[in-house]
């Protein structure tokens, strides 16, 4: 019960936060006429009532390192980890106009809401995807500032600063040769797609939440790299996962349009196995077809799974998470990490291991 | 000679810390693949060899502010100078995207450049597009991490933070206004029309500099204040004049195409008020035409000089520079500035008033 008391209560302070800084903000826009105010609140609505992992990862890892770091840096850790959702949502936010999307989780994200308020469709969707692209950068503004005004010691927020910049150059990196993919301007062989996969997923979602934890905790770079390290690894895992689940999991569960990864022609782990198989003969035909049908949904998916992708990508998965177990088990045994700092790590993993959406 | 040696001095500091800051993000973006690392190139070949109006400004009001500081602080003057060129450079990158400009001055801006390196057009186009918002980011995020790492006392970072914040967050309500304009979403009034000029242009063109160089060199909040005022004011006159030269200046001496503005149909403070005259009804059948011939721009230059909307613009930019020159007389009556700052900002005003392209 009590943990649960404490995730709940966890929540609530990063929620707070979170809506303090868009009400701060929204408030702030009302000078520069109604548009721009409402394109705040349009945000708020939008980045908030998430389920908040990155921030919440956050805070695990920090109370693991530092059990007895007062209420005054609580708020500061609360704040770092309110604007690394913010930076979360303003990568969503460019993904989106990247990618043309006007949908996440099934309902309409920011364009798409921004597209549907207006009157004639071309104006519309510009008007959406310029203030969509807008908003990005404010919120990326205001993720950095947020960092480079943590009230810690110099050489924390210095430590910060060169986390969070080579956050937003790695993750970037990323997308951009996702985006090279898609176009096919880059060769989609495996080493890049993963590679790809930890820049663009991994470094963010993960590592920086973990280091973010280590700099506020004012733990030892050994163990920032530690963390640095067991975040690539179960980024990529995770991010492994998301393609099999696409494919091969319950549309269901996992909220996204099954086949839909298959019908954008997306460029996966699973894919880059397939490419190097002679079923791919069979499966390049219908691969990126936006009417892919269910039935050749399913034809497909059984296609990569007789290949040998679907054991192959699981096998990946599996490598991961043995990696970062690996790096724990060191660190249990030269004590460069607590017993709460493993246990912690190690539940993430587990609930990593274990997921099915 | 003295005064042409130290403008060419400066110029080639600015440079020289350009150049250096493309340097080392090119050498590091190697780590990620050969197109991150040539979309650093590219954006460091359109970025540098510019005018550098904005860092310019920043030194000379920072020299006649401090005429005594050290040589280590003018590393730092220099360096925050570059963060603005690159601020300016990430906005004009965004703005092309919105605007889906190819060109800019006659020559292919970075997305013309990165769209034409390519195979297939419309991926190419994408790619150029998507590479372009990446490089806006990242240079986004350079220019406030430039900022918040700038080796001044803790007062003087939390004024050059709050200062890029107000900066960023004017600036983009200033093109989500100019955005709602062209998209018909904001009603293109002539108050609307001034503040989206002022918010879009003067405050980080003319303002940020200003400021920045009023805190780099201790000065009061009172000067800032006079700074940020008479920056806006000679931004929003250089803003219209940009207009009216559009329209009726030199194309040869402008290098913009010739009545680009009319084709495009852009809300500026001149079409608002041809709006309000009885020769609206003339200017608006051919008003936003892509097809605009020569000849029908010069019939609607003429329309547009008959109603009053040239003179009435002319008023506006005089009634500008008055402002900004009573702030100065004023501020030199009350020795709330030096002679040599006095006669730093009377130079540029009588650049601003006197420019024909």
Chains 1, 2 share one sequence.
Not at 50 to 69: E, F, Q, T, V
């Amino acid at each position: 019960m009590t943990a649960i008391a404490t995730q709940d209560e966890q929540g609530i302070r990063i929620e707070e936060a979170l809506r303090l800084r868009f009400a701060e903000r929204s408030t702030a826009a009302e000078a520069y006429g109604e548009p721009f105010a409402g394109l705040w609140r349009s945000a708020a609505a939008h980045a908030t009532g998430g389920k908040l992992i990155r921030p919440r990862l956050l805070l695990d890892i920090h109370r693991a390192l530092s059990p007895d770091s007062r209420r005054r840096d609580a708020d500061t850790v609360v704040g770092i980890a309110a604007e690394i959702e913010l930076l979360h949502y303003a990568f969503l936010l460019h993904d989106d106009v990247i990618d043309g999307d006007l949908y996440r989780r099934r309902r309409p994200n920011l364009i798409g809401t921004l597209a549907h308020d207006g009157g004639a469709a071309d104006d519309d969707l510009h008007w959406a995807r310029s203030s969509a692209i807008l908003m990005g950068d404010l919120l990326l503004a205001t993720a950095v500032l947020g960092f480079a005004r943590a009230r810690v010691s110099t050489s924390a927020r210095m430590r910060l600063l060169d986390l969070i910049e080579h956050t937003i150059v790695e993750t970037v990196a990323g997308e951009h040769i996702d985006v090279g993919l898609a176009d096919g301007v880059i060769v989609p062989d495996l080493r890049t797609i993963l590679a790809m996969s930890t820049y663009k997923t991994a470094t963010y979602s993960f590592s920086l939440p973990l280091r973010a934890a280590a700099v506020l905790a004012d733990a030892s770079v050994e163990v920032e790299e530690d963390l640095s390290a067991i975040g690539r690894h179960l980024g990529l895992a995770f991010q492994l996962q998301d393609d099999l689940l696409c494919i091969f999991g319950d549309a269901e569960a996992h909220g996204k349009d099954p086949f839909s990864d298959l019908r954008e022609g997306k460029e996966t782990a699973i894919i880059a196995y397939a490419r190097m198989t002679t079923a791919w003969s069979k499966v390049a035909p219908r691969f990126g077809s936006a009417d892919l049908s269910a039935d050749e949904g399913m034809h497909l998916r059984g296609l990569l799974r007789e290949c040998g992708a679907e054991g192959f990508v699981q096998s990946l998965v599996l490598d991961e998470l043995a990696a970062a177990s690996e790096i724990l088990t060191a660190a249990e045994e030269t004590r460069t990490m607590s017993g709460d700092v493993v246990t912690c790590l190690r539940t993430l993993l587990a609930r990593v291991e274990g997921r099915r959406s």
